[in-house]
């Protein structure tokens, strides 16, 4: 069976609330530049650009794939991604917000939709 699929995540509460807090101070300066500069200037613009593409790298640069034998974390810096073979899964679980995967007494916390979760247990367990 070939399949290769894949699922958007956020990492665990703590890392998530600590990048998303570094990408919304970009934002705020941007808004202060603004407030601060009462006629428009381009380095209020530049700034929420940056706000932007940093938001969109963080949202479409943190997928999981799973493939026959081994599940890839992508993170937003290439060195950071980890293959996980699926046979070294020891637990899977759903909590409330997304999914714990236990690997070798580490735990791996994914934020991610309740759909998502399910379809990602499912896969992992029927391994």
């Not at 941007?30 to 940056?50: G, N």
């Not at 599940?71 to 020891?90: A, D, G, W, Y």
């Not at 247990?121 to 391994?127: E, F, H």
Request: proline share 2%; net charge positive.
């Amino acid at each position: 069976m070939n399949m290769n699929k894949k699922f958007w995540y956020q990492p665990d509460f703590a890392t998530s609330v600590i990048c998303w807090s570094f990408t919304f101070m970009i934002l705020l300066l941007s808004v202060l530049l603004w407030l601060e500069i009462t006629v428009f200037q381009i380095w209020t613009v530049i700034v929420f650009l940056i706000f932007c593409a940093i938001t969109i790298i963080q949202l479409l640069l943190r997928w999981i794939e799973v493939g026959d034998e081994q599940m890839i974390v992508h993170t937003i810096i290439p060195q950071n991604t980890k293959k996980i073979t699926l046979t070294n899964i020891e637990n899977v679980r759903i909590s409330k917000y997304g999914i714990i995967i236990t690997v070798k007494r580490q735990k791996y916390h994914f934020i991610m939709s309740k759909s998502n979760c399910k379809i990602l247990y499912n896969i992992i367990v029927s391994q």
